[in-house]
């Protein structure tokens, strides 16, 4: 009896591959064969389950944003109300965090000249602005008194800082260790909210 495939898994496994072979090797470096060394699978496998690199590129992009969701909304269901642990969860703090992050600040160097990609990343950047305004309306109490105009403003600047301070972490790690990103995150919330109050 032939073995069943489960297709959005193997697909998954390929995503997975991917990520690890982008944040070691950028996305222009790697090729079809490095995504398949890395996943233990033939180069058909791979074009059996995606036409082009562009598309495995894209799918290891929504992989990358899902897996933080998911860590994300982890925390906000704990019952925990701490803003600052809960974004950390976006931060390149460990192993896996760094490859995923990897990823990403290689994934943006072509979103200026590939339209199929500039179209992912803008759909995957729209989720993200959706998941960061729920976690401050959720563990920044006071923002449900704010204008919509300084609500746009401090969640603009939270994800922008998050974005830059990731770029900083995986281009510059010994520059960037763990506690001194968490440092400079609690620093930019602790200046939004004087920012709030003036």
């Known amino acids: ?5 489960n297709h959005e898994v193997q697909r998954r496994q390929i995503a997975l591959a991917a990520c690890r072979a982008l944040a070691r090797r ?3 470096a790697t090729t079809l064969a490095d995504i398949a ?3 233990k699978v033939t180069t058909g496998m791979i074009t059996h389950y995606f036409k082009t690199k562009r598309e495995i590129v894209a799918a290891a992009l929504r992989l990358v944003f899902q897996r933080t969701e998911q860590r994300v909304l982890n925390r906000l269901d704990d019952g925990e109300d701490r803003l600052l642990s809960i974004l ?8 896996a965090r760094r490859r995923e992050s990897a990823v990403w600040v290689s994934f943006w160097g072509r979103v200026t000249t590939d339209r199929t990609l500039a ?3 803008r759909a995957v950047h729209d989720d993200a602005v959706e998941l960061y305004a729920k976690v401050i309306r959720l563990c920044w109490p006071e923002s449900t008194q704010w204008s919509a105009s300084l609500f746009d403003a401090v969640h603009a600047s939270l994800l922008n800082f998050l974005n830059g301070l990731t770029a900083s972490a995986v281009t510059s790690p010994q520059s960037w260790p763990p506690a001194r990103q968490r440092e400079a995150l609690e620093m930019h919330i602790q200046l939004l909210r004087q920012f709030t109050i003036r």
């Not at 969860?89 to 460990?94: F, G, K, Q, R, V």
Request: overall charge negative.
């Open 1 to 5: 009896m032939p073995k069943v495939v």
């Open 26 to 28: 950028g996305v222009d």
């Open 37 to 39: 060394t890395e996943a």
């Open 88 to 95: 950390e969860e976006s931060l390149p703090l460990d192993a």
């Open 119 to 121: 179209r992912v990343n």
